[in-house]
């Protein structure tokens, strides 16, 4: 028992300052700890999650003898009220059944999920909110919306949207603990840390 409250403490003293701060402190700008924050965690910010997910972009889908699509990198914003995030991406529509290039706009937003396997926090639960493209035909824009939710599932569901790495894991393994809830906030994602199953 002593051991455990041992090395509890040293996992606050360790990461309690740090970017990926585990255990229960003040936030940066003086409000107080939410609940969730008042147990073991870690954070994942905004600036990480943008950075992988561009790795990812852009995409390009084909619809054979109509038109190519291209999606650009998406725009995330967080949802802490719905605990959800947001992502807005241009679309190029090109090709064939078009006279010139196209430019539109797709909305998404999604949960997370942790994916045990490799360490990944995932893009989960997918719901399209709208496809824009103002300079296209009505009848154009119809086929693209029939597009529109296949195509917002390859670019984005499960998609990995940061990894954990053993040494973000390395203290709260020592613990026998492992990632549980995620909470979206106001900069980035709340991971909860709870006890591992035996």
């Known amino acids: 028992m002593h ?3 041992f090395l509890f403490t040293l996992l606050l003293l360790a990461q309690g300052a740090g970017a990926q701060a585990v ?3 003040n936030d940066s700008d003086g409000t107080n700890a939410t609940e969730s924050e008042t147990q073991p965690h870690t954070r994942v910010s905004l600036q990480q999650i943008q950075a992988a ?8 889908y084909p619809v054979p003898g109509l038109l190519d699509l291209a999606v650009d990198t998406p725009r995330l914003q967080l949802l802490p009220a719905q605990n959800r995030i947001s992502a807005t991406m241009d679309v190029q529509a090109a090709g064939p059944a078009l006279q010139r290039s196209h430019q539109g706009l797709l909305e998404v937003d999604f949960a997370l999920r942790y994916e045990p396997a490799d360490r990944s926090i995932r893009a989960h639960q997918l719901r399209l909110r709208r496809m824009l493209f103002p300079t296209l035909q009505p009848g154009v824009v119809a086929l693209l ?4 939710p296949a195509l917002a599932e390859q670019s984005l569901l499960e998609v990995v949207l940061h990894r954990l790495s053993p040494k973000d894991l390395a203290l709260a393994d020592v613990l026998g603990l492992q990632p549980g809830s995620i909470t979206v906030t106001d900069t980035g994602l709340l991971i ?3 006890s591992k199953p035996l």
Not at 53 to 60: E, G, H, M, Q, T
């Open 23 to 25: 255990g229960s402190h």
């Open 3 to 5: 051991r455990r409250l």
């Open 53 to 60: 997910l561009a790795l990812r972009f852009p995409l390009r």
């Open 192 to 194: 909860g840390l709870v």
């Open 145 to 148: 919306n029939g597009y529109a």
